[in-house]
């Protein structure tokens, strides 16, 4: 199956920073959505962006799917960012998600 | 517009007992996949139901099973319950069955003692 791989596991920012988190999959995909999980579990829909580029006030995706990978970026983090983010995709196969690892990021204040 | 609900929020069972758990999709979607995660760990896909069929299955065994309902809500059960179980257990929702947007709801938390 897809191999769905997120970097970096773990990311400690200082509030008011940015960061990239990255997503690299193994094969050609339909979709690719991103999630932020926060402390209760609940996944929270970012982006759908199987390719291209989107912009969510502070958030922004790009896929590059060719390549097979896609970035996050978080501008100016506030505490209320931190949780973990998910990348999962659907390979052409099928219709389930394939989930990475995660990245787990602390925004402190 | 109601998002995707699930129940029970919080459950508890005794290892080899059995367990229901429900779903009813957000307003407008057919599709209902099911997913399990374990702590600390990304989401894995259990199956997929659309049309009232399963139409997908990941890598579980057939303790684990299903059902959608006419009015697209679905059930997960589980037998026999063992210790490696005890996961959150979420349920998402699309409409159509193929490359369409998936939605979560917050999830049942299952521990098996």
């Known amino acids: 199956g897809i191999q769905v791989e997120q970097s970096p596991p773990d990311l400690i920012l200082q509030e008011g920073a940015n960061s990239t988190l990255r997503c690299n999959f193994s094969d050609s995909v339909n979709n690719l959505q991103w999630f932020h999980q926060n402390p209760w579990g609940q996944l929270i829909n970012l982006f759908y962006i199987p390719s291209g580029t989107k912009q969510n006030g502070r958030l922004s995706a790009t896929t590059v799917a060719t390549e097979r990978y896609s970035l996050l970026y978080i501008s100016s983090s506030q505490t209320t960012d931190s949780g973990v983010y998910f990348c999962a995709v659907e390979d052409n196969a099928g219709n389930m998600l394939t989930f990475g690892g995660g990245t787990r990021l602390m925004v402190k204040p | 517009d109601a998002g995707v609900t699930q129940s029970p929020t919080h459950l508890i069972k005794t290892r080899g007992q059995q367990v229901t758990l429900r779903c009813s999709p957000k307003?407008?979607?057919?599709?209902v996949s099911w997913y399990q995660q374990a702590l600390g760990q990304g989401p894995q896909f259990i199956f997929q139901?659309?049309?009232?069929?399963?139409?997908q299955r990941g890598n579980f065994p057939d303790r684990f099973s299903g059902h959608q309902f006419p009015n697209y809500s679905s059930e997960l059960n589980v037998n026999a319950l063992l210790l490696g179980d005890s996961a959150l257990y979420l349920c998402a929702s699309s409409a159509g069955h193929k490359t369409y947007e998936q939605y979560f709801g917050p999830g049942t938390r299952l521990t098996v003692t």
């Open positions: 307003s407008g979607h057919d599709t």
């Open positions: 139901y659309y049309e009232e069929e399963e139409r």
